[in-house]
């Protein structure tokens, strides 16, 4: 499936109104200052078609905060597994959000598969949209190799002066085409105004740090005894937000929970973050990653040097997140600045 179409931009609104009522759409909306999430919408006028990543990626639409894994009777015995999914749309998520999916598809569906995350994927269309400027100083798209499209999406929207450019990459992105209308076969004018965009897309993104996207791998595996780490460590406050909003943190913890009558109950699972100070604690006491410095160095190793070695990708895709939200304002173009320079 490789097909472009173009959607007039006074049709969106219709567009997105006649897609809400055959399933769910989230999308982007602006929540304060500079401050954005993916939440239900019914019409393109709340939709925020300029933004920058949102507080949580839409990984928590696969993979949510909380979910019940199975429900257990200790007298028949039983266990039932829960699976949960539903029918919904994501309209408007960034290349770097699409390549973050990506990443959680290959871990999620090696073995041992997790079924709760691959039930959800399978009732969830993708609607992709380009970011045609550079979000801000924290994205790092451009090195990470994901400021352009590189699939991972059913429908993918670039927006041009009169019109959106869509790319068809599915099936369940054709019937969306099909069904819900509005949309014209693309003319040379639309492809001719989509490859200025993407030229002048070119001279905007810049490489953001010190080294080259493949230079990262190597950067990242001499860089286990880095002095570096010990200096993120004395200023990290073992918070959290780094993981909790990255796209490609996928840890979490099990908990059971059992009611009142002592026999029934439930089993679940909560994100969880190697950066809490009882994550590699074990049974005796002992915590093999005692030291925020050897936490902070494990969040890093687990984006550009373990994934390589078993998934041959990056698992950083450059949204910027982490820097974002850090309350020590540790920035992982920085660090990626000070391991690089270290090496030279
Ligand atoms: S490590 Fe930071 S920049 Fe990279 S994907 Fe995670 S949150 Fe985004
Ligand atoms: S967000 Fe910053 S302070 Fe919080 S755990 Fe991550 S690196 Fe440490």
Redesign the pocket.
Same mark, same amino acid.
């Given at each position: 499936m490789d097909k472009f179409v173009t959607l007039n931009k006074q049709d969106l609104n219709d567009f997105i109104v006649k897609l809400s009522r055959s399933q769910p759409v989230m999308a982007p909306v602006a929540r304060g200052c500079k401050s954005f999430v993916f939440e239900s919408v019914d019409s393109a006028k709340a939709i925020a078609l300029h933004y920058i990543p949102t507080i949580l990626p839409p990984k928590k639409y696969f993979f949510p905060q909380r979910e019940t894994l199975l429900t257990y009777n200790k007298t028949t015995p039983a266990w039932d597994p829960v699976l949960e999914s539903r029918k919904m749309a994501i309209f408007g998520v960034h290349t770097c959000d699409l390549a =973050?999916i990506q990443c959680l598809n290959m871990v999620m569906s090696a073995s041992p598969q997790d079924n709760n995350y691959n039930a959800r994927k399978e009732g969830i269309t993708i609607i992709g949209l380009e970011c045609n400027n550079y979000c801000d100083e924290y994205a790092?798209c451009n090195v990470m190799d994901n400021h352009l499209p590189n699939g991972g999406y059913d429908l993918f929207f670039t927006e041009l002066p009169d019109a959106f450019m869509v790319h068809v990459n599915s099936n369940a992105g054709e019937r969306i085409v099909n069904d819900i209308g509005f949309f014209s076969a693309a003319t040379p004018k639309h492809t001719q105004q989509l490859e200025e965009m993407r030229a002048r897309k070119r001279e905007i993104f810049k490489p953001e740090v010190k080294a080259g996207h493949k230079q990262l791998r190597g950067i990242f595996a001499g860089a286990f005894d880095s002095r570096q780490w010990d200096r993120i460590g004395e200023r990290c406050v073992a918070c959290g937000n &780094?993981t909790n909003? &990255?796209? !490609?943190?996928y840890c979490f913890d099990v908990r059971d929970e059992i009611n009142l009558d002592f026999n029934t109950g439930t089993r679940g699972r909560v994100w969880d973050s190697c950066q809490n100070e009882e994550f590699a604690q074990v049974a005796g006491g002992e915590n093999f990653r005692k030291q925020r410095g050897q936490r902070q160095r494990h969040r890093y190793m687990r984006?550009f040097n373990y994934p390589v070695e078993r998934f041959s990708r990056y698992f &950083? !895709?450059? %949204? =910027?997140? %982490?820097?974002r939200a850090c309350m020590a304002k540790i920035n992982?173009k920085e660090t990626i600045d000070a391991l690089a320079e270290e090496k030279r």
């Open positions: =973050g790092s &780094c909003v &990255c796209p !490609t943190c984006k &950083c !895709t450059g %949204c =910027g997140r %982490c820097s992982l």
